[in-house]
Every structure is written in structure tokens, then in C-alpha cells.
């Protein structure tokens, strides 16, 4: 069985992206979302292995979104994938129990590392 | 506005450019633009907020804005499509999150909003102050880094 992936970004381009490097990888997504808010709501109902989350997005930011999944799931595999790298938001999201922290643009490497090492360890 | 704050947007613009076109990008001449001004035919807009307030406008003609999104989906695109646009969209995120790292590595506390993209050249864009421009030329065409950032008065602690 194929890990299941949610991709949480809202960006049509950036879902499209993620999914297809991951499928590609022989990840199955499980589903998408565009906001932290569908992201906490599609996460109870999907259940995924790991999530993977942008950060600044409407509605919900994704920082918000990872900590109401972990509240509610504290064994979730949540991984940031955003534009920001700032020193405090990676404290923040690690000290909230983010497994990896992946700054864009990324190569394709550098998802399939962070989710193959988060899922290993979870 | 001061010059050190455009900076940060060029340097990430070089580099977000080069990782996901492949293409190496050569700096225009830094000019000075009034506070109103007329779109170009795509402007990607990024709000930025935090000790250091206002906006980054990139932009570009649709041909530039066509070819850049082809080369990030890494297909043909023949025209901006939904597809095409949410990359463009997703540049001008990029660009401007990186530059808001380096901007917070030089000790601003600052965020962005999610950025919009505006289509059509007869579109008057107001910044608060007069934002300082670059031009960046890339192999699909060129980009206008426009920067109108001032730094917010911080009320003193009780």
C-alpha cells in the first residue's frame, strides 16, 4: 500500500507540482487542500500518512493549521513546505511538532527526503 | 524609502529566477518611480507587513509572463491559463517570502500576504511612498522589481 499524502497550498501550480513529484515517487495523494481551515477540516476525514503545508495562505495560515491537526492528532506527520525561512516561524512550527521544515523553491529531492525521513521516523 | 530594502528582492528574484527556470538572470539600472503609475500588461502584487510595511509589484509583459510559466511547469504554455497564472502567482510568492527571510536576517520582523496577480495595462497602482525599481533580464523577457516599503513607528512599551 502506498503512503497517503494530503497536499495543503493555495496555489494551483504548487498542489499540481507536489502531487505530481510524489506520485511520481510512488506516494499516492490523498487529497488536497487550499487553506489551513479545509486543511484541518480534510485532514480529519482522509487521515493522510504525512501533510504537507504551505504557510501563508487565506483564511487559515498553515503554521495555525499544523498546530490544530497536532492538537487533535499528536502522532500527525506534518511537514512545511513554504517561501518563508525565517529563524522564528522554523522555531515555531518544530517546537509545535512539525517533522521537516522545506523552504521553495525546492527540488524534488529535497520533498521526497523530508517525507521518506518523516515517515521513517514516525 | 531606503535603498537597503530593495535589495533583499533583487537578490532573492536572481536566485528564485535561476532555480526554477534554469536560467541566469542580469540586473538593470535602479530607478525611482512616483508613488502612481500605470500597470504593466501582468503585475504580481505581495503585501508585506510587520515593523516594515508596504508592497512589491513585479512586473512583466503576458509574452514574459507566458514563457516564465512554461518554463516552471516544464511544458509549452501558449497562453496564461488558470494553470499559468497560479505559477506566475506563485513566483511573485517566492520571490517576495525569500526576501523577507533576508529582510528578517537583518533584523525586521516582517510577513506577507498572499499575493494577487493583476491583468491589464489601463490598471493605476498607488504605493504610499515612491518605490524604487529594478529591472531584471532573463532569457523570456524582463521582470520590474518594484519595492515600496517604509518602517512602522513601533508604539514604546509601557
Known amino acids: 500500500m502506498p503512503k497517503r499524502i494530503m497536499v495543503v497550498d493555495d496555489a494551483m501550480f504548487m498542489r499540481a507540482t507536489v502531487k505530481r513529484i510524489l506520485e511520481q515517487a510512488g506516494y499516492e495523494v490523498a487529497g488536497e487542500a487550499e487553506n489551513g481551515q479545509m486543511a484541518v477540516e480534510r485532514y480529519g476525514e482522509l487521515r493522510p500518512d504525512a501533510v504537507l503545508m504551505d504557510i501563508t495562505m487565506p483564511v487559515m495560515d498553515g503554521i495555525s493549521a499544523a498546530k490544530e491537526i497536532l492538537k487533535t492528532d499528536p502522532k500527525a506527520v506534518v511537514l512545511m513546505c513554504t517561501a518563508l525561512g525565517q529563524q522564528n516561524l522554523v522555531i515555531d512550527a518544530i517546537k509545535a511538532g512539525v517533522k521537516d521544515y522545506i523552504v521553495k523553491p525546492f527540488q524534488p529531492e529535497r520533498v521526497l527526503e523530508g517525507v521518506g525521513k518523516a515517515l521513517g521516523a514516525a | ?158
Do not use: C, H, W
Request: aromatic share 4%.
Open chain 2, 1 to 158: 524609502m531606503k535603498a537597503e530594502f530593495i535589495e533583499p528582492f533583487v537578490g532573492a528574484a536572481f536566485s528564485v529566477l535561476e532555480t526554477v527556470t534554469g536560467q541566469k538572470p542580469v540586473r538593470g539600472q535602479l530607478a525611482l518611480r512616483t508613488s502612481t503609475f500605470t500597470t504593466q500588461q501582468i503585475t504580481i502584487v505581495a503585501g508585506v507587513n510587520g515593523n516594515v510595511e508596504g508592497v512589491a509589484l513585479y512586473g512583466m509583459s503576458l509574452a514574459t509572463a507566458t514563457r516564465i510559466a512554461g518554463a516552471m511547469m516544464a511544458s509549452q504554455v501558449d497562453e496564461l491559463n488558470d494553470m499559468a497564472l497560479s505559477a506566475i502567482s506563485e513566483l511573485g510568492n517566492m520571490v517576495t517570502g525569500n526576501a523577507i527571510t533576508r529582510l528578517s536576517q537583518n533584523g525586521y520582523d516582517v510577513d506577507i500576504t498572499p499575493p494577487s496577480v493583476i491583468k491589464g495595462t489601463q490598471v493605476e497602482m498607488s504605493t504610499k511612498i515612491p518605490a524604487l525599481v529594478v529591472p531584471i533580464n532573463t532569457p523570456f523577457g524582463s521582470i520590474e522589481v518594484n519595492v515600496a516599503l517604509a518602517e512602522v513607528a513601533m508604539a514604546a512599551a509601557a
